[in-house]
């Protein structure tokens, strides 16, 4: 293997080509530092101005001659490979010679370096030739980056990148209206890749604000020593890196070896918000198939993987609204092919040329410490690792066997299927004078029993039915094949009756498949939880618009989270502001920031009560949810005047409304609701559908649950 600069053969060069490597602030950030560890740098200080999308590198390795300086950054020169065969036993990050000439073509590039064999620093600030660096010279670049000779024992190099995309505006103006945040993060990942396999180099973050008058620390990671063991010190890389973002006694050691393969590797015992912290690498290279990721992510979700601590809060919720993940990192040690490390530009791996050994060996990581843990009986099957195909493609039918019938969920009664007479004349009633009548919720309350209300409860909420029922269910399923209900066909109803104090049936007159009239079993629980829900939406977003929101002064709440939440806050603290939650983030310890929290909205502060768990919980959602696109922000500009609230299409900023908001709506439509058991008139009975069939989606309930169900066809009379 050569050891000094040289051009590629053709051939080589040709399978070597990809795509430009500097796409983002971080993606050149991780190329210059990669050099650093290539060069065997043991420290590494990395200066970033976002608003001006310049950086600076320092390292302390061996450094560049003045002939390699005068070549570098020319396509396809490197000294770490000279054929394709060099690549298989190959243990730098860098091999292509593309990095650097990329950067160069779109930034304003000057590198100073020094080797120990030679007195005299030198620079170049590209595409000049290099000179030498004396003390008192004027250097071609910003004074903000210091830059000194380096004596005579020493040796290093000093890369500093000014003014990225200079020459692509476009490009240019998009990168810097990205939030800090998302540079940040992707910054921590890729410096983490690297401390993952390099523990003991000393690596330091700093940023600038915009006036540059002071630096601040992103992260540094210099607090490694030599007597900690491999999962020891990836726990502390990653503590380092990403802060407190759990406690060190909650990651848990995880190893496996199988002839030439080995995962060293941690797995947190509590899961978190963010589903950004799982990371696999293979021979030092992320393997990036989200496919299998989110397989893996699937292993644990389907085991209530942090539900233990959830039941713990003071403050319960229904059902699973709040997200969370588990946090891993997979170190594997496999044999290398030259497939690995031409997939991506970035050299990550997207599928590994031993991916049928690999993934299975992964999931048996996982599953082995899911048993560890009590999620999962313990295998008493042959102790031998068997090599089974678990490709992501098995990952549909485990969810899939878990899942119950909608059917099943909405009746939770014994119910037999029995002939009806079509022909039966109902009495007329005037529809016109329906939606102005109202419903006598204060009767419903006189007669409800409180025994006969409990046991439905009960039955409503669970998630098994008996065998008869499964089987009236089939028979249904048979000869309403291909049945649907539209909105338009549900306003033309006929009321018939409450059925046994749950139901109400309803007949409609005409169906757009079948062409025939169809009866329907309406859940009367679930149609008046979807009225209410939809008014209590439409209340909640009408006082949001209208700035009617009312907020609750509060004091002395503060929450501890680590430095990664606290960019995310600060970046959507006035979509926050837009819901009531009034907060600031500042600084904590070296690892912590503190959100403090002054307003909140009234509905949030009563179910709140003083659980700083729970709050911490629902706003790290929110967040997540914003940064992930899973929540919108809320655009108030299409309501600068009242008339438009008036037209207010809720359904349309439902996306926008937090997680906790739903949540807590969705319980108060469920306990105000008619209840089993609760007796209606026929004319309730009327006034109920009519009111559902002007919902925006009257076929499910607060909690996603069916509302009602189609239960039989009946002939026309004939003539």
């Known amino acids: 293997m050569g050891h000094h600069i040289e051009k590629l053969d053709s051939t080589v060069s040709e399978m070597l080509k990809s795509q430009v490597c500097a796409v983002s602030l971080a993606s050149a950030v991780r190329e210059i530092v990669q050099n650093s560890v290539d060069a065997h740098a043991t420290t590494i200080d990395v200066v970033i101005d976002l608003y001006n999308l310049s950086f600076a590198v320092y390292d302390d390795g061996t450094g560049l001659g003045r002939s390699d300086l005068n070549i570098l950054a020319t396509h396809n020169y490197t000294s770490k490979i000279q054929n394709m065969n060099d690549l298989t036993t190959i243990k730098t990050y860098g091999y292509r010679g593309d990095a650097l000439y990329s950067i160069a073509n779109v930034s304003k590039l000057f590198v100073c370096s020094k080797t120990k064999d030679y007195n005299s620093t030198w620079m170049r600030k590209f595409p000049s030739k290099s000179v030498m660096l004396s003390e008192n010279a004027e250097l071609p670049i910003d004074p903000f980056w210091k830059i000194r000779p380096w004596s005579q024992k020493e040796s290093g190099t000093a890369v500093v990148v000014e003014n990225m995309l200079y020459n692509l505006p476009v490009r240019r103006r998009i990168l810097r209206e990205e939030p800090p945040f998302k540079t940040f993060n992707a910054l921590k990942a890729d410096m983490l890749q690297i401390l993952v396999i390099h523990p003991m180099v000393s690596l330091s973050v700093h940023y600038t604000d915009k006036s540059r008058a002071h630096k601040d620390v992103l992260f540094s990671s210099k607090n490694i020593t030599k007597g900690l063991t491999k999962h020891q010190k990836m726990s502390q890389v990653l503590r380092n890196v990403f802060g407190a973002i759990v406690p060190p006694d909650m990651l848990k050691k995880v190893s496996l070896k199988y002839k030439n393969y080995q995962i060293e590797g941690i797995i947190s015992k509590i899961p978190v918000r963010l589903k950004d912290l799982q990371f696999i690498y293979i021979n030092g290279r992320r393997y990036t198939n989200s496919v299998f990721q989110g397989y893996v992510d699937t292993l644990f979700q389907a085991q209530d993987f942090g539900d233990k601590n959830l039941s713990l809060l003071k403050t319960k919720s229904v059902g699973k609204p709040y997200r ?193 009239p169809v009866l329907i079993l309406v859940d009367q629980h679930a149609c008046d939880e979807r009225i209410r829900l939809e008014g209590l939406l439409h209340n909640l977003l009408t006082e949001v618009i209208s700035g009617t929101f009312v907020a609750q002064d509060l004091t002395d709440c503060c929450i501890e989270i680590d430095h990664t939440e606290a960019d995310l806050f600060k970046h959507y603290q006035c979509e926050f502001k837009k819901w009531g939650i009034g907060y600031e983030a500042v600084k904590g310890t070296l690892e912590t920031s503190l959100l403090k929290i002054k307003t909140l909205p009234e509905i949030l502060a009563s179910k709140y009560n003083g659980d700083k768990v729970y709050l911490k919980m629902v706003l790290l959602q929110h967040v997540h949810d914003l940064k992930d696109f899973k929540k919108l922000p809320m655009d108030l500009s299409h309501f600068r005047n009242h008339t438009s609230i008036d037209k207010l299409y809720w359904w349309k900023y439902s996306s926008c409304i937090p997680t906790v908001f739903h949540e807590i709506l969705n319980s108060k439509a469920c306990r105000s609701a008619i209840m089993f058991g609760d007796e209606l008139t026929r004319q309730e009975c009327m006034i109920l559908i009519s009111k559902l069939s002007l919902c925006h989606n009257p076929f499910q309930c607060a909690h996603g649950r069916p509302s009602m169900v189609p239960i039989a066809k009946l002939k026309q009379k004939k003539p």
């Open 324 to 516: 969370s993940h588990p946090l891993f990192i997979f170190d594997i040690r496999c044999p290398q092919t030259i497939d690995d490390l031409l997939q991506d530009p970035a050299k990550n791996i997207i599928k590994p040329s031993h991916i049928s050994t690999i993934e299975p060996l992964i999931i048996k990581a996982v599953r082995s410490f899911l048993t560890f843990q009590g999620y999962l009986p313990p295998d008493n099957s042959d102790s031998s690792l068997k090599m089974v195909n678990c490709s992501p493609e098995i990952a549909t039918p485990l969810v899939n066997r878990n899942q119950i019938s909608k059917c099943d969920r909405v009746l939770s009664s014994k119910m037999k299927i029995a002939r009806i007479n079509p022909y039966v004349e109902k009495p007329e009633v005037d529809k016109r004078k329906i939606n102005k009548g109202s419903i006598n919720y204060e009767r419903i309350k006189k007669i409800r029993l409180d025994n006969q209300r409990s046991c439905l409860r009960k039955k409503l909420s669970s998630r098994l039915c008996s065998n008869d029922l499964t089987q009236d269910f089939d028979n249904i399923e048979k000869t309403m094949t291909n049945f649907s209900i539209s909105r338009d066909i549900l306003a033309k109803y006929e009321v018939i009756n409450q059925v046994d104090k749950k139901f109400v049936l309803i007949r409609c007159s005409h169906q757009s498949i079948h062409n025939l």
